[in-house]
Structures are given as structure tokens and as C-alpha cells.
């Protein structure tokens, strides 16, 4: 499997313009989380999905944020506007699910490397 | 809530020098535990998990064992290399909903 895919791998945009995120999951996992990480606050979950619905947003930092999982094998996190302080690496991740809640391994990708300028 | 804790770093050694990083946690219920590793412009990658008291988890030649009793997951290595030079990060997973909460990360060095 080739893992999870994200893109772009780097951005940069001005302060302002929107900007999408991409996430593939590994196929057949059915939950899908996305990070942001920066030296300041570190790793912190946004969001994420179960079976394509979101489960706990509490993560997602303002309305300028949000995320969509139209199908199993596809999420986005859009950004408007854009805001310097949001500079960051945002990573996807998924998971399985098992009968009865449990989760197994969150397998990470590479990461979006954003600079809001 | 859940938290975790890790030793600040950053840990510098030199090649084949023993490695602990320490790892405590606090959590509700009975976690599952993770060692994560970050190499230089890469995401993370799982390292070692275990999944209940007194579970030791293990990967190229490193160790880590759950232990309720002291709430901690300390990670070892008996003889570093200069390739293990990266970002550890110790994290614990709500079983039920998958959610991990990750330490702040320590960063290793190793000089040849």
C-alpha cells in the first residue's frame, strides 16, 4: 500500500486566499485525523472522521478551519482566509476501527508544509 | 484529561551510548501507549505500541514497557546509531475513539 497521500507536500500563499489540503487514507481504514504542528503548541488533533462523518471537532481552531470527508478514500481542510499565525505542518492520519470502538495504529503522512506570508 | 509527559530535550549522545527517554502519562481507563518517530522533514511513523500492563513493546532495537504501577512508558535503546537521530514523540489512545494525545516530543542527537 502506498500509504497516506497528502498534497501539496509545500505551500505558500499571502495572508488571505484560501488554501486546501489534501488527504488519500490507506486504503480500508475508516477513520481519518487530521494534526497541525508547530513548535509552539506542538501536535494538536483538529479533527476527524469516522465512516466519513465527523466525530470531534473540538480541535478546529476557528471557522476560518474546517474539513470534509465526501468519500472513504478522500478528505480536504480548507483554510479562509488565511492568517500567518496558521503556518504549520498539518498532517493527515488514519486508522481502523474494530467492532466495538476500539482503534488500532494511527499511520501517519507526510505532512503539508504551509507558510501564510 | 489524558495527558502526557516526556523528558525535555534535546538528548545529545554519542554512537553506541545507551538511550532512556522518559514517558509518564496520565489517563483514564486503561490507554493504549505509542512511541512515535520523526525523522528531519518526514511525518511520523510508528516506532513501538503496547496495548496493556506490562506489554513490552520492541523495534529495531528498541524497547518500551507498560507499566500502570509508576503510569509510565520509558523508552529504551542499548547502542545508539547516528541514524537514530530524530523526533520522539510518546502518545496514548483513547480506546474507544481512536484519539491520540501526543507528549511534547524529544529530540535526540547522535554524534558520531
Known amino acids: 500500500d502506498a500509504g497516506v497521500i497528502q498534497s501539496p507536500r509545500h505551500e505558500v500563499t499571502e495572508m488571505g486566499q484560501e488554501v486546501t489540503l489534501r488527504c488519500k487514507p490507506i486504503?480500508?481504514?475508516?477513520?481519518l485525523f487530521w494534526y497541525r504542528q508547530t513548535m509552539m503548541r506542538g501536535l494538536e488533533l483538529l479533527i476527524y472522521?469516522?465512516?466519513?462523518?465527523?466525530?470531534?471537532d473540538s480541535g478546529m481552531p476557528e471557522d476560518r478551519f474546517s474539513a470534509k470527508m465526501p468519500n472513504a478514500s478522500f478528505s480536504t481542510l480548507k483554510i479562509q482566509p488565511s492568517e500567518p499565525r496558521d503556518s504549520a505542518v498539518y498532517f493527515c492520519?488514519?486508522?481502523?476501527?474494530?467492532?466495538?470502538?476500539?482503534?488500532?495504529?494511527?499511520?501517519f503522512g507526510p505532512g503539508t508544509r504551509l507558510l501564510v506570508l | 484529561g489524558d495527558s502526557v509527559t516526556q523528558m525535555e530535550g534535546p538528548v545529545t549522545l554519542s554512537e553506541e551510548a545507551c538511550l532512556t527517554i522518559?514517558?509518564?502519562?496520565?489517563?483514564?481507563?486503561?490507554?493504549?501507549l505509542f512511541w512515535y518517530v520523526q525523522y528531519p522533514g518526514e511525518g511520523l511513523q510508528l516506532l513501538l505500541k503496547?496495548?496493556?500492563?506490562?506489554d513490552k513493546g520492541s523495534n529495531k532495537g528498541f524497547e518500551a514497557t507498560y507499566r500502570k504501577e509508576t503510569t509510565s512508558f520509558h523508552l529504551e535503546k542499548g547502542s545508539v546509531q547516528v541514524s537514530d537521530s530524530a523526533v520522539y514523540f510518546c502518545a496514548l489512545s483513547d480506546r474507544n475513539t481512536g484519539k491520540l494525545i501526543f507528549g511534547q516530543g524529544t529530540t535526540l542527537q547522535v554524534k558520531p
Open positions: 492520519a488514519s486508522s481502523m476501527a474494530l467492532a466495538g470502538g476500539s482503534q488500532e495504529t494511527q499511520y
Open positions: 472522521f469516522n465512516n466519513n462523518v465527523p466525530i470531534d
Open positions: 503496547a496495548t496493556k500492563a506490562d
Open positions: 522518559n514517558c509518564t502519562y496520565t489517563a483514564t481507563g486503561y490507554p493504549s
Open positions: 486504503s480500508g481504514h475508516n477513520s
